[in-house]
């Protein structure tokens, strides 16, 4: 071997970019930090520079990007620190790195992703949104570049475990007849209906089995995740959205299963901690420590199932509806949930408003080809502006 590998960290202040730099420390011979990004953490990202003395580090704007520079000086370290989109992007196809974890909330991780696939690096995503956007161009850019793609969401991980080596050739040709996507329920599953539109951003956030940036807790809790994980699912694994059911799995101890002709369905079980499946993807093909306890399944007990209520999560529905219109609908979706979250965590909308302002976006606005990457972020755009409209509409 060559050195320890170069790893940039995009999204490094977050929940997945911490965990991530903490299985990388696990392994100081095998992995080096290239490069880390922030946002609004920075004094996070400052003591993240000064534990792990990256090349660069990455913040959003000029001023910011000055102070940062000057306590790292001030710190002795030779971090250089770059700005915005650009540096994002300069730091995910620089020629020293040899993966990138692709761990930003949002649409704004679509172009840092895209630049470290177009450069043919190993891509970690945990970045769903960018898939789920950009779908058919992103994996275009893939197989063009020769880009190793690794799911980090769980369930994705999951399944990359439990399927054949060469799953490319085709669900079909590989005896795969369907995915099975397990979803824990999130912090409302049995709460009353009557109350649900009186819940806050903090009981949304509780989560009752991971710990997970704000954006992703909301997704979890109105189901949203699942389905952008149904498409996301579709694109990785080749698969129609009908090849792919949602299971009601409260434990997340079977982060997913797949299902094969001949009866046999393989699952992929493990304490719920991100940690593994970071450590999955990050040694693939090999298999590294992560730091995650064993699973004692003495202390689960016991495994429950139970179908999904598309009453109870409304935008389940809007993301299969979302996967099966395909083209530029996923980008709508997408951007749709991304401003209703936004409002919702900012005490402008109810929880229910969630649903109904990704619902009337959907129904405005038709479906339309994405040809390019402008055409996602028309789309993007497009869709942000219907959902800003709705809450100027309704006073918010
Ligand atoms: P966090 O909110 O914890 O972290 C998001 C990261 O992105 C932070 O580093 C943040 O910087 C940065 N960021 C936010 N907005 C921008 C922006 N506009 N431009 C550049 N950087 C930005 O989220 P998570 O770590 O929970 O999730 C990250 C991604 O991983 C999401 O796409 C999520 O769906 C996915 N994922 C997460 C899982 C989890 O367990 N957390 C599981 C599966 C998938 P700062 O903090 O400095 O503001
Ligand atoms: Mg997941």
Known sequence: MSG?????????????GLSTLDVIARHPERYQVFALSGFTRL??????????????AVVPEVAAARGLQDDLRAAGLPTRV????????????????DAVMAAIVGAAGLRPTLAAVQAGKKILLANKEALVMSGALFMQAVHK??????PIDSEHNAIFQCMPQDFSRGLGAVGVRRILLTA??????????????????????????WSMGRKISVDSASMMNK???????CWLFDAKPSQVEVVIHPQSVIHSL???VDGSVLAQLGNPDMRTPIANALAWPERIDSGVAPLDLFAVAR?????????????????????????????????ANEVAVAAFLDGRVGYLEIASIIEDVLNLEPVVALEDLDAVFTADAKARILAEQWLNRHGR
């Open 4 to 16: 320890p590998q170069q790893i940039t960290v995009l999204g490094a202040t977050g929940s997945i």
């Open 43 to 56: 004094s996070e990202l400052l003591a993240l520079c000064i534990r792990h003395v990256p090349q660069f």
């Open 82 to 97: 770059l700005v915005g989109e650009e540096g994002l992007c300069q730091v995910a196809s620089a020629p020293e790195v």
């Open 145 to 150: 570049s020769g880009s190793v793609l690794l």
């Open 184 to 209: 824990s329920g999130g912090p409302f599953r049995q709460t009353p209906m009557s109350e649900l539109a009186h819940v806050s951003p903090d009981q949304a956030c509780a989560h009752p089995n």
């Open 227 to 233: 389905g952008l994980e149904l498409i996301e699912a």
């Open 258 to 260: 797949v299902d094969y």
């Open 303 to 335: 495994l429950d199932f139970e179908a999904p209520d598309e009453q109870r999560f409304p935008c389940l529905r809007l993301a299969r509806q979302a996967a099966e219109a395909g083209n530029s609908a996923p980008a709508m979706l997408n951007a």
